[in-house]
C-alpha cells in the first residue's frame, strides 16, 4: 500500500499532458525545460528536436506514467499487460537497461522528460548506425524505434499496416512541428538571466 501510494504521488507530481499537442511552440509554452531537454539530446545525439516530440506524443501523448493498457482474462477480468513499455517514450524493461549501460545513465527515470528525449535520441543513434536510416527521416526511425533495428532490417513492418499508419503519422507530426519551431524557437534559446526574448538567439 506504501508502495501505491508513493507511485500514485509521484504520477500526480508530473506535469499535465500540455492541452495544445498539435503544436509545439504552445507545449514548449506550457513546458519551456521540455525544449532545453530535446534540445541538449538533439545536440548530443543528433535526431532533431521536431522528430523527438513527434515520437512522444505518439507513444504517449505527452503522459509520464502511462502504460499498455491490461488484456483481459475471459473478456473482463483485467489481466497482464502485453509489454513493460511505460513512460513519456513507452520504452520497454530490456532496452531502458542497454540504454542505461550504454549512455551512462543508471539512474535515469522513464517518467521524466529530460531521460526520455535522451533515450529517444540515443535509440535514433543506434538505428543510424545499425541500418543507415537517417535522423532527418522520422518515418523509418519510428518504424524501427516500434519494430526494433532487427526487425526493421527484417521488413517486420511491412505486412503491419497500423504500424505503417503510425509511421507515417509520426512524419506529419514531425514536420508541423519542424515548421511551427522555426518560427518560434529563438523565445526558448533564451536561458541566461540576463537574456530575454527575442533579443538573444
Excluded at 8 to 34: H, K, Y
Excluded at 42 to 57: K, L, R, S
Excluded at 81 to 95: E, F, I, L, N, T
Aim: glycine residues 6%; charged residues 25%; aromatic residues 12%.
Amino acid at each position: 500500500m506504501a508502495l501505491t501510494s508513493m507511485l500514485t504521488g509521484c504520477a500526480m507530481l508530473a506535469p499535465a499532458p500540455p492541452e495544445r499537442q498539435s503544436n509545439v511552440c504552445e507545449i514548449f509554452r506550457e513546458q519551456p525545460d521540455w525544449y532545453d531537454y530535446a534540445r541538449a539530446s538533439q545536440e548530443t545525439w543528433g535526431t532533431p528536436i521536431a522528430t523527438q516530440m513527434a515520437f512522444i506524443q505518439r507513444e504517449s501523448s505527452f503522459r509520464s506514467h502511462v502504460k499498455p493498457p491490461r488484456t483481459k482474462l475471459l473478456g473482463f477480468i483485467p489481466w497482464t499487460r502485453p509489454s513493460s513499455a511505460y513512460g513519456y517514450a513507452q520504452a520497454q524493461d530490456p532496452v531502458w537497461g542497454e540504454y542505461e549501460a550504454d549512455a551512462g545513465r543508471l539512474f535515469a527515470r522513464r517518467t521524466h522528460m529530460k531521460h526520455a528525449t535522451d533515450f529517444i535520441g540515443w535509440y535514433n543513434a543506434r538505428t543510424r548506425r545499425m541500418t543507415g536510416v537517417s535522423l532527418h527521416n522520422p518515418r523509418h526511425l519510428y518504424l524501427a524505434y516500434h519494430e526494433g533495428q532487427g526487425g526493421y532490417r527484417r521488413g517486420s513492418w511491412r505486412s503491419k499496416p497500423a504500424v505503417r499508419r503510425a509511421a507515417g503519422q509520426v512524419e506529419r507530426t514531425a514536420a508541423r512541428y519542424r515548421s511551427q519551431l522555426a518560427a518560434c524557437e529563438a523565445e526558448f534559446r533564451c536561458d541566461g538571466l540576463l537574456e530575454v526574448w527575442p533579443f538573444c538567439r
